[in-house]
């Protein structure tokens, strides 16, 4: 691991905003360009979709092979694809107990779970690899969807050193227990061989990934594999690049403090009434010292094209040298007071900013 690596992330090239984002599908109302709103109150919600291709589209009823349409299809179109390639068998798809899908025949069939070849199974929540037979068969888990995803095409290969989805302020993310990957490819191909895939870090603030990928790609995606979770959604989207100082780093002695904006008024009998709001973390005496020549300029281009409207993620510790995960040390912020450039030394440079928490 180098130097730099370990150093402070300033990103704010966000790829979502600069390309044309595709998602597996959105709810009405809740487009993905919600991810990168000014507004971060706004939602993108995805739409609960089963996305069968050929790694998942077979069926195995009394030793024979049924082959479902691929396609991205909501419950109902899935339940109508399923019986209709598994017409032969009587075949009745619903929803039972607890949302696990049920499977249904008029007489005892035995549903071959122990062929796993392509199979559709997991898609539908029935685990393990052991036959069943019976002529109602319930799923081990409920399942809403395969997945979501957000996608870009770069138009050619980029690297991605910084990802993030947040929740609206003060609320907890509702995907808090998926597993959310970032991954990339030279193909709009996800099923096999992906070159870059690798897992975020989850809790309830958000999810954050500030790896090292070695391999730049035209194609990158989160996804987020939350079956069990019927409203996947982010307030906050960002996947892209960042400036990273690699001759120094913010220093020491940054004060974080989080004030509480709820507004408190006492009534005439001494009650008190709670205008509850946001509490809202700030950053100051953020210093990056010695800058020199490339990176100077970087970094004051950077605040200079943010101003104090453009908000962005600073990641202090990425690889987490003295922080305990990536939440406690990456903030989503913008800029609150003038960027001061202080002269040291010859052509060094010291940088100090504030940066207020986004809500």
Not at 123 to 136: A, Q
């Amino acid at each position: 691991m180098t130097l730099a690596q370990k150093n402070a992330r300033f990103s704010y090239n966000n790829y979502l905003d600069a390309s044309t984002v595709e998602t597996s599908g959105n709810q009405s109302g809740y487009p993905a360009s919600n991810l990168f709103h000014a507004i971060r109150s706004k939602l993108w919600k995805a739409a609960n979709l089963y996305e069968i291709h050929e790694k998942n589209c077979k069926i195995y009823i009394n030793g024979t092979t049924y082959t479902v349409d691929t396609g991205s299809y909501t419950f109902a179109q899935l339940k109508t694809k399923i019986e209709t390639a598994c017409a032969s068998q009587g075949l009745t798809l619903s929803q039972g107990s607890g949302d696990r899908i049920v499977i249904s025949f008029a007489a005892d069939k035995t549903l071959n779970i122990s062929n796993q070849t392509d199979a559709i199974w997991f898609t539908l929540g029935f685990l393990g690899t052991t036959d069943r037979t019976g002529s109602i068969l319930s799923a081990d888990e409920r399942r809403y969807n395969t997945g979501a995803w957000i996608k870009v095409d770069l138009g050619m290969p980029q690297d991605v050193d910084f990802a993030a989805l947040l929740a609206p302020a003060g609320e907890v993310f509702n995907c808090d227990t998926a597993t959310i990957r970032l991954q990339g490819n030279n193909l709009d191909i996800w099923q096999d061989d992906i070159p870059v895939d690798q897992e975020f870090e989850v809790s309830g603030e958000g999810a954050f990934f500030s790896g090292t990928v070695e391999q730049p790609c035209r194609f990158w995606r989160i996804y987020i594999d939350d079956r069990t979770n019927n409203a996947i959604q982010a307030a906050v989207g960002f996947m892209g690049s960042s400036v990273i100082p690699v001759n120094t780093n913010i220093a020491t002695g940054f004060t974080r403090s989080r004030e509480d904006t709820s507004i408190k008024l006492v009534s005439e009998s001494g009650s008190f009434y709670i205008d509850r709001r946001p509490k809202v973390l700030s950053l100051s005496s953020i210093s990056v010292q010695l800058l020199k020549d490339d990176e100077l300029m970087e970094l004051e281009e950077l605040f200079y094209d943010l101003g104090i409207e453009k908000p962005f993620f600073l990641s202090i510790d990425p690889k987490k040298q003295v922080s305990q995960n990536l939440r406690q040390m990456t903030h989503y912020v913008a800029v609150t007071s003038p960027l001061q450039l202080q002269h040291v030394l010859r052509g060094y440079y010291n940088l100090s900013v504030e940066l207020r928490e986004v809500v």
